[in-house]
């Protein structure tokens, strides 16, 4: 299954997404901010990364998170706060995210969405390959 990093402030909310996420199989790491997620990343390149919507925007290193191959970002914001409007998307970033979803009312489309990049990326071969070295060709 996908490896999935989950990038934002909110405990409780991505700790409840990761344990929905494992409960398919998945494997999800939480981290609390930017620049932990590049390290992560750069260590094991996710296939999803999901990032809070306010973290991506005043962090530009968000666009240099390192995905797996046929991987995709994806961005959330809570329940939305009527009183303040939403900041707008730099054009880097709008080409870099999948989608923006509105968490936890959106987690069934998370999911969905998570699933849908893993077979992407199966079907086109541009997901991971765990093969043991003994077991390469040469």
Do not use: F
């Not at 390149?45 to 968000?62: C, Y």
């Not at 080409?95 to 959106?106: C, F, H, I, N, T």
């Amino acid at each position: 299954m996908a490896a999935i990093l989950l990038i934002g402030t909110e405990e409780s909310l991505l700790e409840g997404l990761a344990q929905s996420l494992a409960a398919i199989g998945h494997r999800a790491r939480i981290v609390s901010g930017v620049a932990e997620g590049v390290e992560v990343a750069a260590l094991m390149p996710p296939l999803v990364v999901v990032v809070e919507r306010t973290l991506a925007i005043a962090e530009p290193r968000v666009l240099h998170l390192g995905l797996a191959h046929g991987g995709a970002m994806l961005l959330y914001r809570s329940l939305p706060n009527h009183a303040e409007p939403e900041a707008a998307l730099n054009p880097a970033l709008q080409r870099a995210v999948l989608a923006d979803l509105a968490l936890p009312l959106e987690r069934n489309r998370l999911i969905a969405l998570v699933q849908r990049v893993e077979d992407r990326a199966r079907a086109t071969g541009a997901g991971r390959h765990d093969t043991p070295p003994e077991h390469r060709a040469l």
